[in-house]
């Protein structure tokens, strides 16, 4: 189980570091499948920040609390999982959206 664990920490952060430096943009979800015009709508350098960021706390997170055979530890996981996803969502949708000015 520990190997388990260990493998899937590395995939999460290096797959952080891959959105990171700026080769796996065809990971972020929706943003490979946007058209030319929705992708304008993003900046793409704090979409990589966020989803960086949020792969490397699910991998942190993924390591210390899934190590265990524990059943809070599980539990907890999941709470914590879920509540990065959320605020990666809203970051997503707010703090990496380029700001228009209306006429």
């Known amino acids: 189980m520990f190997i388990v664990t260990i493998i899937i920490t590395a995939v999460l952060a290096i797959l952080g570091i891959i959105i990171l430096i700026g080769k796996g943009d065809m990971l972020i979800a929706g943003y490979n499948t946007a058209s030319e015009k929705e992708r304008k709508k993003y900046h793409i350098k704090r979409l990589r920040l966020i989803f960086c960021i949020l792969l ?8 210390f609390l899934f190590g265990s055979d524990s059943v ?8 914590l999982a879920t509540l990065l996803a959320i605020v990666s969502l809203v970051l997503a949708n707010t703090w990496a959206k380029k700001k228009y000015k209306k006429n």
């Open 56 to 63: 490397l706390l699910l991998a942190t997170t993924f390591f």
């Open 72 to 79: 809070e530890n599980h539990i907890s996981f999941v709470v």
